[in-house]
């Protein structure tokens, strides 16, 4: 689904991803740790395309295209979703209203009709009740006054509105109780398919053990310096990134 | 739960040009350029006027000649030659209709274009159309169930033929022929407009509205309206305009005049949509306007309203809080884009006793664009608790485009309570960002962002006329990030 063959890209003439390569196959569950500053958000953020990053070489194919032609939207409306480490605000907008003109434009692009107000309406209350958002915050404006654990519960309700191919999540744990990391793992176990696929970005194993990954991958200084299973995470946990440091 | 941007946004969104840019082929029956005792003696004349009319229209015109154009609004422009311009355009057909059949249905086609077929408002939404097109009204509808109830809405010269005691009343009383350069021409040469009048007790079942637009090529406009909301009456009243493409550069000098006595409520909502003049700044209208409402005790007047048009746009609806416990109210948002200039806000004059106003304005600014709020605020000696709060908010799209915001504030009372807020903000690129990576393209990211800002001020308009100011915001900022 998703190949990343030697990435690098900066921003503002310093060289950030240094060499990243990855592979994601439709139906897997990939983790990815690092220490703080590693490069997660930028390749989180240049798999989305944002603007500010530039990619100097290597090439990102998604689904047999190539991704770094394609404009922000175009990505999205293919299937990639990015789960922001930091939701923003959009003052007088309502969620509903956002996911509505999101979908539709989703729909648009696959070339099928604008869902009814009346489906739209269901599949809001179907997918609200699967992580627990409460039908207030749904018609609150995006993300404003919400909790820091209200953002990242509603950017998981937006990717169950939206269903994508390849969910990016960036530290959508942080933040959580345990409740609502419960409820989070839960969306994303209950979305998974054998079509689509999920990059979980993380810090704590905690997650870990309620979306259990396929591969876990250490980034450090720019590049994939380690890959492993599950008990990967668990090492990390125990002993730290110097351990990854010194072996390298 | 209205959708902001809907399937229709879209195509609207796909439809890059001014989309009412368009002439009708009516013949005018237009009065040579220029502007002297004849061509006033003459519009008179030809709207069979009483001789007190005739004698206040020269009296304006007389101070009119005195007077100089007004400098100190933010804004540049290429002054009006008033020589030039022909200050009487009437459609031929000036017959009264009995029914819509009769209407020439060329006619019926630019309101067709203009998407506001009369039939169809008429039964779908029950607003009671006045539509002016140039300078005579050709129609008025509703006009019988309006009567049942007493409440007279009809054009301008109807009004003065048919209720000459009432408009001789009231005319001038709110905004005086001296008031300023443009009023006092409005005052000598106005053409038609609308009247309306709400006896006491009553509330206006419908909304009332008039839809404006400038046709014939060359002639300037000049409205007047009066609305008279009698003792613990209720009216809202539309405005909306659309005007056709035009290479030179129109001029529009309106008066509105609303009077609210004791206990009364006036509603006023404008959406402004004339043509701004090209991306290069070529064209477009000149909006001078003179919006001022009166509050009696206890009466209450709101304005609000959407600007998006017109390339260069100065205009202050106020209002006067003469009696105790009067309210005062102006929701604002003003577009520029491209080379447009604005400069606009509201003027709060607290003269009773407990009056109280408030005001919210919203610009946005885009292109080389430069938007203005300037507000006035004014306490007077004797208004006891009188309170204010105003909020200016402006929003900038991309770097070279300004806004101003110039507030004033006169206070003589020491008990005045008066509360301002103001804040100028950058369109996040993290919000388009983010609405992008949703799938939203960024046209209409722009659309939701914006219509999502101006919130406050389009939950204040009726629901029609918000869905098509919601429009108009998005075609007015398109191409303006990127
Ligand atoms: N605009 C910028 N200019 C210069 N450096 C930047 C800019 N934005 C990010 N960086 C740097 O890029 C590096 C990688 O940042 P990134 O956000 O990808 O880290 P991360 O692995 O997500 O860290 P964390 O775990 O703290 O979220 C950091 O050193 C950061 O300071
Ligand atoms: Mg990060």
């Known amino acids: 689904m998703l190949k990343i063959t030697d990435l690098h890209a900066s921003i503002n003439g310093t060289e950030i991803l240094k060499g990243l390569s990855l592979e994601i196959k439709a139906g897997e569950i990939h983790a990815i740790m690092g220490p703080n500053g590693a490069g997660k958000s930028t390749l989180a953020s240049v798999l989305a395309g944002k603007e500010d990053y530039e990619v100097t070489s290597g090439t990102i194919t998604f689904e047999d295209q190539d991704l770094l032609e394609m404009s922000i939207e175009e990505r999205a409306r293919e299937g990639v979703f990015l789960a922001f480490q930091y939701p923003v605000e959009i003052p007088g907008v309502s969620n509903v209203n956002f996911l509505k003109t999101a979908i539709n434009e989703i729909r648009e692009h696959k070339g099928i009709p604008a869902l009814s107000a009346k489906d739209f309406l269901r599949l809001v209350k179907e997918k609200s009740a699967l992580v627990d958002l409460d039908a207030s915050l749904a018609s609150r404006a995006v993300n404003e006054g919400f909790s820091g654990g209200e953002k990242k519960r509603n950017e998981i309700f937006q990717m169950a509105m939206l269903e994508p191919k390849l969910a990016v999540l960036d530290e959508t744990d942080s933040g959580l109780d345990i409740d609502a990391l419960r409820i989070v793992a839960r969306g994303v176990n209950t979305l998974k398919s054998a079509n689509n696929a999920t990059l979980v970005i993380t810090h704590y194993q905690r997650l870990l053990d309620h979306i259990i990954p396929d591969f876990v991958h250490v980034l450090y200084d720019g590049k994939i310096v380690k890959t492993g299973g599950k008990e990967l995470a668990l090492a990390l946990e125990e002993k730290g990134y110097d351990w990854i440091k010194s072996a390298e | ?482």
């Open chain 2, 1 to 482: 739960m209205a959708g902001y941007t809907e399937n229709e946004l879209a195509k609207d969104l796909a439809d890059k040009e001014y989309q009412y840019g368009f002439i009708s082929e009516i013949d005018s029956d237009v009065v040579p350029a220029g502007l002297n005792e004849q061509v006033i003696h003459l519009i008179s004349a030809k709207k069979n006027e009483p001789a007190w009319l005739l004698d206040y229209r020269l009296k304006a015109f007389e101070v009119w000649k005195t007077m100089t154009e007004p400098e100190w609004a933010h804004v540049a422009y290429q002054k009006p030659d008033f020589q030039a311009i022909s200050y009487y355009a009437a459609p031929k057909q000036t017959k009264k209709f009995e029914s819509w059949d009769e209407v020439d249905p060329e006619m019926k086609e630019t309101m067709a274009k203009l998407g506001i077929s009369l039939e169809e408002q008429q039964r779908l939404t029950g607003v009671a159309v006045d539509f002016v097109m140039d300078s005579v009204s050709v129609g008025t509808s509703f006009k019988a169930k309006l009567a049942e109830l007493g409440i007279i809405f009809c054009s301008f010269s109807e009004a003065v033929q048919e209720h000459p005691a009432l408009v001789k009343q009231y005319l001038g009383t709110v905004v005086p022929t001296t008031d300023n350069f443009y009023a006092a021409l409005n005052s000598a040469v106005f053409s038609d407009g609308s009247f309306c009048y709400i006896p006491k007790g009553v509330r206006c079942p419908m909304e009332l509205s008039t839809y404006f637009r400038i046709n014939a090529g060359g002639t300037g406009q000049f409205e007047r309206t009066l609305v008279i909301a009698d003792e613990s009456s209720y009216v809202s009243y539309l405005e909306g305009c659309t005007a056709p493409q035009r290479d030179e550069n129109q001029l529009h000098a309106a008066v509105v005049e609303l009077i609210a006595l004791n206990k009364a409520e006036i509603k006023y909502s404008t959406v402004q949509n004339w043509y701004p003049g090209d991306k290069e700044g070529k064209g477009g209208i000149f909006n001078f306007v003179t919006k001022r409402g009166l509050c009696e005790a206890h009466a209450k007047i709101s304005w609000t309203q959407v600007e998006t048009g017109s390339a260069v746009t100065w205009k202050y609806p106020s209002c006067i809080l003469k009696g105790d416990y009067s309210v005062g109210e102006f929701f604002s948002v003003a577009v520029t884009n491209n080379y447009q200039q604005a400069d606009t806000g509201t003027k709060m004059i607290h003269l009773g006793k407990h009056t109280k106003s408030t005001i919210i304005s919203k610009g946005i600014s885009a292109g080389h664009s430069q938007n203005s709020y300037r507000g006035l605020v004014q306490i007077h000696k004797q208004a006891d608790h009188a309170r204010n709060f105003s909020q200016c908010d402006s929003l900038l799209m991309g770097s070279i485009c300004g806004a101003h915001t110039f507030p004033y504030i006169e206070c003589k009372n020491a008990s005045a309570q008066i509360e301002h807020e103001a804040t100028t903000s950058k369109i996040g690129e993290d919000q388009l960002f983010y609405c992008q990576q949703r799938g939203i393209s960024e046209e209409k990211a722009i659309s939701l962002i914006v219509n999502g800002y101006c919130k406050e001020v389009l939950n204040q308009l009726p629901m029609e006329f918000a869905v098509e100011a919601q429009k108009l915001l998005s075609i007015s900022l398109e191409g303006s990030v990127g």
